[in-house]
C-alpha cells in the first residue's frame, strides 16, 4: 500500500461542467476525509465518512457538491454546474477511527481549475 | 482542537537553524502538540508530535514549556526543500474526529 491516492492530479473544466475526482485511501483506514485548499490557506474541511457512511459536512459543501463512498473502500466527490470560484485543490486524507492527530495521511490533491 | 497562534510567514537562509513558535494559551490537560508539513502541491503530512519537554526525531526538534501555552518547533540547518507551510495543532486524538487547519506558518528558505 503505497498510501492515499487521489485521481486525476489535475483537472480543467469549463464553467457549468460537472466533474468527478476518486480517492483511494489506505486499505486499512475506516475513514476518509475530503477538505479544499485555496491559494496561500489552510485546507478546509468538507466531509468525512467512516466506512461507507458519511457522517459529517461542513457548510462549505454546496447542494452541487456531493461526496460518495459505496463500498467502504474509495471515494468520489463530484461538483455539478463548476463555477470559478471552485477552482482549488481537493485534498483527501484518511485515517483510522478515533486516530491521533499524527495519524492523517493525505494524498497530493486534486488540482480543480474552472474558465 | 484547541486555537493556535503562529506567524504567516518566515524567512531563513540555508544552513540555519529556524525556530517557529506556536502560541496555544488555551490548552487542555490531554491534548498533544502537533505539526504537520506542507511542500507545494502536495498535501500535509506529520512531521512531529509532543505533550511536553522535548522530542526529537530525524526531521525536526519540538521544544514544549512547563505551561505548555506555546511550543517550538525546530529545523536545524535547513535547506531550500524545507521550504513549505508548516501547520501547529493542538487537540486530543480520540476526541477530535477530524483536523482543522489554520493558515500555518509559509517557511521561505534561500539561498
Known amino acids: 500500500d503505497t498510501g492515499v491516492s487521489q485521481d486525476p492530479r489535475h483537472k480543467i473544466t469549463k464553467r457549468g461542467q460537472n466533474v468527478t475526482f476518486r480517492c483511494d485511501p489506505i486499505?486499512?483506514?475506516?475513514?476518509l476525509y475530503w477538505y479544499r485548499q485555496t491559494l496561500g490557506q489552510g485546507p478546509e474541511f468538507l466531509t468525512y465518512?467512516?466506512?461507507?457512511?458519511?457522517?459529517?459536512k461542513s457548510r462549505l459543501l454546496s447542494d452541487r457538491f456531493s461526496a460518495e463512498r459505496p463500498k467502504g473502500s474509495f471515494s468520489t466527490l463530484e461538483i455539478q454546474r463548476t463555477e470559478q470560484g471552485d477552482s482549488a485543490m481537493y485534498l483527501c486524507a484518511s485515517s483510522l477511527i478515533d486516530a491521533d492527530l499524527y495519524g492523517y495521511t493525505f494524498g497530493s490533491g486534486t488540482r480543480l481549475t474552472v474558465v | 482542537l484547541a486555537k493556535t497562534t503562529q506567524p504567516i510567514s518566515m524567512d531563513s537562509y540555508e544552513g540555519q537553524e529556524v525556530n517557529i513558535t506556536c502560541s496555544h494559551n488555551?490548552?487542555?490537560?490531554?491534548?498533544?502538540i502537533t505539526w504537520y508539513q506542507q511542500f507545494p502541491s502536495q498535501g500535509p503530512r506529520f512531521i512531529i508530535q509532543?505533550?511536553?519537554t522535548k522530542v526529537t526525531n530525524e526531521v525536526a526538534s519540538l521544544f514544549i514549556p512547563a505551561d505548555r501555552k506555546s511550543s517550538t518547533l525546530s529545523l536545524p540547518r535547513v535547506s531550500l526543500s524545507d521550504t513549505a507551510v508548516y501547520y501547529c495543532l493542538v487537540g486530543e486524538g480520540n476526541r477530535d474526529d477530524k483536523i482543522i487547519f489554520g493558515k500555518g506558518t509559509r517557511l521561505h528558505i534561500l539561498p
Open positions: 486499505s486499512e483506514h475506516n475513514r
Open positions: 488555551n490548552i487542555a490537560t490531554n491534548d498533544y
Open positions: 465518512f467512516q466506512n461507507e457512511a458519511q457522517l459529517e
Open positions: 509532543g505533550y511536553k
